[in-house]
């Protein structure tokens, strides 16, 4: 499945980035394969399961298998209430009135359960400043390098601002995606203010021109308050050299987090307000319905999913996909 | 941001007191109470359906103990058969009589393995080891220089062979390497890998039967949701860990991760990570964590441990004091040094229940202050110490002089010491409580 790139960026002429056949991962069963097949395959599964349990009667155990389906997927119990109480209503007032209608209602709710605002990412300024931010480990650094490659594609300059000067070799590590996409890196040296080479960062791709900046953070708890500030000032920084900058901030989540990313994706919210969710390491087993919970909970739009360590593992985000996946399996087994 | 499940628990067993026994249906209400909790800690929903039963079991018809409320009761009973689960010590590693003893980390990626070889290593190193380590990872951009720059910085000695090479060979010399320089432990880091990678499993699977390690720890970080169990299991398939080191435990995410690892493997969790300084590395201690899940602050642990510190004698004429309401300066400036004893304010607050530690970080206890009130005070005569009343303008100056403070913080702790005796003369006119630590919000 190839998406039409262009429709993913704000800001970017028209073309289309052809999926590499990647045999590899194809014969992993990655996240791409499986959606592939199983698509056809959970939708029989579900409505199977659901004939069985109900025909046309709504029980309990219906809405407790509903309800442990999206708990499994670490939607978490106050989104999870939501959806099925929308669900009960809608069962009680017929308009639900058999197993596809109720299948297909399911996914519907869920999906309109994520935030609805535009999930494009605004690279339509010179420079586009994108900041992303986020936990130890969740996939910052790499999606940065997938993000540049992406752009790259489309014909756009990306620079990348190692502004990660604490985790040590993270500005190697940020510099080898540098050279694989082909663009450039702005560093200082490690331990130093990661304001100070953000704001080089920034005056660096305005002197030359680059179309996007995109500014690597270090890891941080959202419980280290300090770390937490130095992200605020670190906006700020961007802020003074141009004022509407950052345009895009992204916060990256693991799609294994379980609860606590809620609260993660609140305080970052308070911190630096992110403008969306790259939900990432979906080619793992995990639903990632954490994100689900983040993006109804705090108002917050999913931009794109991280499928694998690539260049080119990342996609657009879709909420009716994630809906399927994320009853397929776990409705189908048990 | 959390009701604690405390407040929680209190609320289902409202109106409950002096009833003498749970009934099934408060036992139900409670244990609806127990299960939210759980999956809000992220417990897997199998593992919980399970504990809750348990819990149930047990907890019907229950006696409530005279000393203990309902509440109480039904706490004490679920934090027995968490910990049950859990495990009760903490289990050490496995030494082998033939330097080196091989540690092999294997994880999910992002979970840390890298931060905590150096740390592992760094924790070795007090306990009087000469660790190696051997940079494995060869797929992710610098992981190799990131070990290197971790060994540096602790003079630990890194083996690698460059991103070219293959794992299994790396390994295998890495070990020959740690003989050869006299390290009597190697510690082996992999590279991030999924569960469900076959080819990547096959890969360690490889290593392990390559080098034979006599530990394999699995990292897991400790925000990880349902998908724990999946990932623990095929990890186990693949190479029968030993062990779990939980990372990141400086969030605030509950862990119930470690529970559901811990239930379906059977495999302890043996280390907590927690911070990026490498020193923050320690034995894990089920029990407290026991509680961080249920999210009851570590209410046990604090209770326990106020009870070794505090002087039993001491609180008890501290009791007669109150109840006379003679509560003095030597008494406060007493209480203050007790409380330190058992380690600094801020992590005391944060075995409090009832007080989210989100919050709590936020809030950062100046512990300098308690410095402060302790110099007020000592530069006070025994006279003024037990009679405040006569600290008159000149008195308040010397004072403020003699702690190198001034004036303004005199008068402060002046009224808040007034605001505290008024309080302990309404307690000491009521029972006092046992432990003068219930003040901290035992639910009760
Ligand atoms: N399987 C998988 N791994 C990923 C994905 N994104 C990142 N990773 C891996 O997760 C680990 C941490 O990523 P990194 O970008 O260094 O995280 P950062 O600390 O947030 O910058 C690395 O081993 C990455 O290769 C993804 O979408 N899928
Ligand atoms: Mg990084």
Same mark, same amino acid.
């Given at each position: 499945?190839?998406?039409?790139?262009?429709?993913?960026?704000?800001?970017?002429?028209?073309?289309?980035?052809?999926?590499?056949?990647?045999?590899?991962?194809?014969?992993?069963?990655?996240?791409?394969?499986?959606?592939?097949?199983?698509?056809?395959?959970?939708?029989?599964?579900?409505?199977?399961?659901?004939?069985?349990?109900?025909?046309?009667?709504?029980?309990?155990?219906?809405?407790?298998?509903?309800?442990?389906?999206?708990?499994?997927?670490?939607?978490?119990?106050?989104?999870?209430?939501?959806?099925?109480?929308?669900?009960?209503?809608?069962?009680?007032? #017929?308009?639900?009135?058999?197993?596809?209608?109720?299948?297909?209602?399911?996914?519907?709710?869920?999906?309109?359960?994520?935030?609805?605002?535009?999930?494009?990412?605004?690279?339509?300024?010179?420079?586009?400043?994108?900041?992303?931010?986020?936990?130890?480990?969740?996939?910052?650094?790499?999606?940065?390098?997938?993000?540049?490659?992406?752009?790259?594609?489309? #014909?756009?300059?990306?620079?990348?601002?190692?502004?990660?000067?604490?985790?040590?070799?993270?500005?190697?590590?940020?510099?080898?995606? #540098?050279?694989?996409?082909?663009?450039?890196?702005?560093?200082?040296?490690?331990?130093?203010?990661?304001?100070?080479?953000?704001?080089?960062?920034?005056?660096?791709?305005?002197?030359?021109?680059?179309?996007?900046?995109?500014?690597?953070?270090?890891?941080?708890?959202?419980?280290?308050?300090?770390?937490?500030?130095?992200?605020?000032?670190?906006?700020?920084?961007?802020?003074?050299?141009?004022?509407?900058?950052?345009?895009?901030?992204?916060?990256?989540?693991?799609?294994?987090?379980?609860?606590?990313?809620?609260?993660?994706?609140?305080?970052?919210?308070?911190?630096?307000?992110?403008?969306?969710?790259?939900?990432?390491?979906?080619?793992?087993?995990?639903?990632?319905?954490?994100?689900?919970?983040?993006?109804?909970?705090?108002?917050?739009?999913?931009?794109?999913?991280?499928?694998?360590?690539?260049?080119?593992?990342?996609?657009?985000?879709?909420?009716?996909?994630?809906?399927?996946?994320?009853?397929?399996?776990?409705?189908?087994?048990? | 941001?959390?009701?604690? !499940?405390?407040?929680?628990?209190?609320?289902?067993?409202?109106?409950?007191?002096?009833?003498?026994?749970?009934?099934?249906?408060?036992?139900?209400?409670?244990?609806?109470?127990?299960?939210?909790?759980?999956?809000?800690?992220?417990?897997?929903? %199998?593992?919980?359906?399970?504990?809750?039963?348990?819990?149930?079991?047990?907890?019907?018809?229950?006696?409530?103990?005279?000393?203990?409320?309902?509440?109480?009761?039904?706490?004490?009973?679920?934090?027995?058969?968490?910990?049950?689960?859990?495990?009760?010590?903490?289990?050490?590693?496995? $030494?082998?009589?033939?330097?080196?003893?091989?540690?092999?980390?294997?994880?999910?990626?992002?979970?840390?393995?890298?931060?905590?070889?150096?740390?592992?290593?760094?924790? !070795?190193?007090?306990?009087?080891?000469?660790?190696?380590?051997?940079?494995?990872?060869?797929?992710?951009?610098?992981?190799?220089?990131?070990? %290197?720059?971790?060994?540096?910085?602790?003079?630990?000695?890194?083996?690698?062979?460059?991103?070219?090479?293959?794992?299994?060979?790396?390994? %295998? &010399?890495?070990?020959?390497?740690?003989?050869?320089?006299?390290?009597?432990?190697?510690?082996?880091?992999?590279?991030?890998?999924?569960?469900?990678?076959?080819?990547?499993?096959?890969?360690?699977?490889?290593?392990?039967?390559?080098?034979?390690?006599?530990?394999? !720890?699995?990292?897991?970080?400790?925000?990880?949701?349902?998908?724990?169990?999946?990932?623990?299991?095929?990890?186990?398939?693949?190479?029968?860990?030993?062990?779990?080191?939980?990372?990141?435990?400086?969030?605030?995410?509950?862990?119930?991760?470690?529970?559901?690892?811990?239930?379906?493997?059977?495999?302890?969790?043996? $280390?907590?990570?927690?911070?990026?300084?490498?020193?923050?590395?320690?034995?894990?201690?089920?029990?407290?964590?026991?509680?961080?899940?249920?999210?009851?602050?570590?209410?046990?642990?604090?209770?326990?441990?106020?009870?070794?510190?505090?002087?039993? %004698?001491?609180?008890?004429?501290?009791?007669?004091?109150?109840?006379?309401?003679? $509560?003095?300066?030597?008494? $406060?400036?007493?209480?203050?040094?007790?409380?330190?004893?058992?380690?600094?304010?801020?992590?005391?607050?944060? @075995?409090?229940?009832?007080?989210?530690?989100?919050?709590?970080?936020? !809030?950062?206890?100046?512990?300098?202050?308690?410095?402060?009130?302790?110099?007020?005070?000592?530069? @006070?005569?025994?006279?003024?110490?037990? &009679?405040?009343?006569?600290?008159?303008?000149?008195?308040?100056?010397?004072?403020?002089?003699?702690?190198?403070?001034?004036?303004?913080?005199?008068?402060?702790?002046?009224?808040?010491?007034?605001?505290?005796?008024?309080?302990?003369?309404?307690?000491?006119?009521?029972?006092?409580?046992?432990?003068?630590?219930?003040?901290?919000?035992?639910?009760?």
């Amino acid at each position: 499945m190839s998406h039409n790139w262009s429709d993913v960026f704000i800001g970017v002429e028209g073309r289309t980035i052809p999926d590499p056949v990647d045999v590899e991962q194809q014969k992993r069963g990655g996240w791409l394969a499986q959606l592939r097949d199983g698509l056809a395959k959970s939708r029989k599964a579900l409505q199977q399961q659901f004939a069985s349990v109900m025909f046309d009667r709504f029980d309990d155990d219906l809405w407790e298998k509903i309800e442990e389906a999206l708990i499994y997927a670490d939607v978490g119990i106050d989104t999870t209430v939501s959806i099925v109480e929308k669900l009960e209503a809608e069962a009680d007032s #017929g308009a639900i009135k058999d197993s596809t209608g109720l299948v297909t209602r399911l996914r519907e709710v869920t999906a309109e359960h994520f935030c609805q605002d535009d999930r494009r990412i605004d690279v339509a300024h010179t420079p586009a400043v994108i900041l992303m931010v986020g936990v130890n480990g969740t996939g910052k650094t790499t999606t940065i390098g997938k993000i540049a490659w992406h752009l790259k594609q489309l #014909g756009k300059e990306p620079l990348l601002v190692a502004g990660d000067t604490f985790r040590a070799a993270a500005v190697e590590q940020l510099s080898e995606w #540098g050279s694989r996409v082909g663009c450039e890196v702005v560093k200082h040296e490690r331990g130093g203010d990661p304001a100070a080479v953000v704001y080089d960062g920034i005056a660096a791709a305005e002197a030359r021109k680059a179309d996007v900046v995109i500014i690597d953070t270090a890891g941080r708890l959202h419980t280290q308050v300090n770390l937490m500030k130095e992200l605020e000032k670190v906006a700020r920084v961007i802020k003074k050299r141009i004022p509407e900058a950052p345009h895009e901030v992204l916060l990256t989540i693991d799609a294994t987090t379980g609860q606590n990313g809620l609260i993660q994706a609140r305080m970052f919210k308070e911190a630096v307000d992110i403008t969306g969710v790259v939900l990432t390491k979906m080619d793992g087993t995990a639903k990632g319905g954490i994100a689900l919970a983040v993006s109804h909970e705090l108002d917050v739009p999913i931009k794109l999913i991280g499928t694998g360590e690539k260049l080119e593992s990342l996609q657009p985000f879709d909420p009716a996909e994630f809906a399927l996946e994320l009853f397929g399996e776990s409705l189908g087994r048990s | 941001m959390f009701e604690s !499940l405390s407040d929680k628990l209190q609320g289902a067993l409202d109106g409950l007191k002096g009833q003498g026994k749970l009934t099934d249906k408060d036992v139900e209400r409670a244990a609806r109470e127990i299960r939210l909790a759980l999956l809000e800690a992220d417990v897997n929903f %199998k593992v919980v359906k399970q504990f809750v039963d348990k819990v149930k079991e047990r907890a019907m018809g229950a006696e409530v103990l005279e000393s203990l409320t309902p509440v109480q009761q039904f706490v004490k009973i679920v934090n027995e058969e968490l910990t049950a689960i859990m495990g009760s010590a903490s289990t050490k590693l496995t $030494f082998s009589p033939r330097p080196p003893t091989i540690i092999m980390m294997v994880g999910l990626q992002g979970s840390g393995k890298t931060t905590a070889c150096g740390k592992l290593a760094k924790f !070795l190193i007090s306990e009087g080891k000469s660790p190696a380590m051997v940079a494995g990872d060869v797929y992710r951009p610098a992981a190799i220089d990131q070990l %290197k720059t971790l060994g540096e910085s602790l003079n630990v000695p890194v083996y690698d062979e460059g991103d070219k090479a293959d794992p299994v060979d790396i390994a %295998k &010399h890495g070990v020959e390497w740690a003989r050869q320089k006299g390290r009597d432990v190697l510690i082996i880091d992999t590279a991030g890998r999924l569960h469900i990678d076959e080819k990547l499993m096959d890969e360690i699977h490889h290593i392990r039967n390559t080098v034979k390690p006599h530990n394999i !720890l699995l990292v897991l970080d400790a925000m990880t949701g349902q998908d724990a169990v999946n990932v623990a299991l095929q990890f186990q398939e693949k190479v029968q860990f030993d062990g779990v080191i939980l990372t990141k435990m400086d969030g605030d995410a509950r862990g119930g991760a470690a529970l559901s690892v811990r239930a379906v493997t059977g495999k302890p969790i043996k $280390f907590a990570s927690s911070g990026e300084k490498l020193d923050n590395f320690e034995y894990f201690h089920p029990d407290r964590v026991a509680s961080r899940i249920l999210g009851m602050g570590d209410v046990l642990s604090l209770i326990e441990k106020a009870e070794k510190t505090i002087d039993q %004698k001491k609180a008890r004429e501290l009791e007669q004091r109150l109840r006379k309401s003679t $509560f003095t300066f030597d008494d $406060f400036l007493d209480q203050i040094q007790q409380v330190r004893k058992m380690g600094s304010i801020s992590s005391l607050l944060g @075995m409090i229940p009832g007080i989210p530690s989100a919050k709590l970080k936020g !809030l950062q206890v100046d512990d300098k202050a308690f410095d402060k009130i302790q110099a007020v005070i000592q530069s @006070m005569t025994p006279e003024e110490r037990r &009679h405040p009343e006569i600290i008159n303008g000149s008195r308040r100056k010397r004072i403020a002089a003699g702690a190198g403070s001034d004036i303004h913080q005199v008068n402060q702790l002046l009224n808040q010491f007034k605001q505290v005796q008024k309080m302990m003369k309404q307690l000491g006119s009521g029972r006092m409580p046992k432990n003068p630590f219930q003040m901290f919000g035992n639910p009760s």
